[in-house]
Nanobody, 128 residues
Framework: QVQLVESGGGSVQAGGSLRLSCAAS????????MAWFRQAPGKEREGVAL????????YYSGSVKGRFTISRDNAKNTMYLQMNNLEPEDTAMYYC?????????????????????WGQGTQVTVSS
């Protein structure tokens, strides 16, 4: 199983930027997709963005498309989420996830049930 460790969370004002990182160890070569999810207090965990391992295809949820960019560095076994123009509604715990199941860059693969490895999360707080 892949071990995942997130970093880069923090507190920013609306309109600011943050970059999250997710370092993978264990069996990262078996991963087919990696993704970022987030969970705000009292809400369900929702998918934010995913990236495929082979072609680096990406998919974004509608709420972050155009503001967030997901990327990866295979040599470093690290995934990133560049978050720009942050809004108070982006406040949440952000989780890194990975899967070795079949995956593609489409919305149907940005589902919790697809992913079988999870990090502990990093908090992002955006103030107005």
């Amino acid at each position: 199983q892949v071990q995942l460790v997130e970093s880069g969370g923090g507190s920013v004002q609306a309109g600011g930027s943050l970059r999250l990182s997710c370092a993978a160890s264990g069996l990262p070569y078996s991963v087919t997709c990696m993704a970022w999810f987030r969970q705000a207090p009292g809400k369900e965990r929702e998918g934010v963005a995913l990236i495929t391992r082979g072609t680096a295809g990406t998919y974004y949820s509608g709420s972050v498309k155009g503001r967030f960019t997901i990327s990866r560095d295979n040599a470093k076994n690290t995934m990133y989420l560049q978050m720009n123009n942050l809004e108070p509604e982006d406040t949440a715990m952000y989780y890194c996830a990975a899967t070795n199941r079949p995956c593609a860059n489409s919305g149907s693969y940005l589902s919790r049930s697809i992913y079988n490895s999870w990090g502990q999360g990093t908090q992002v707080t955006v103030s107005s």
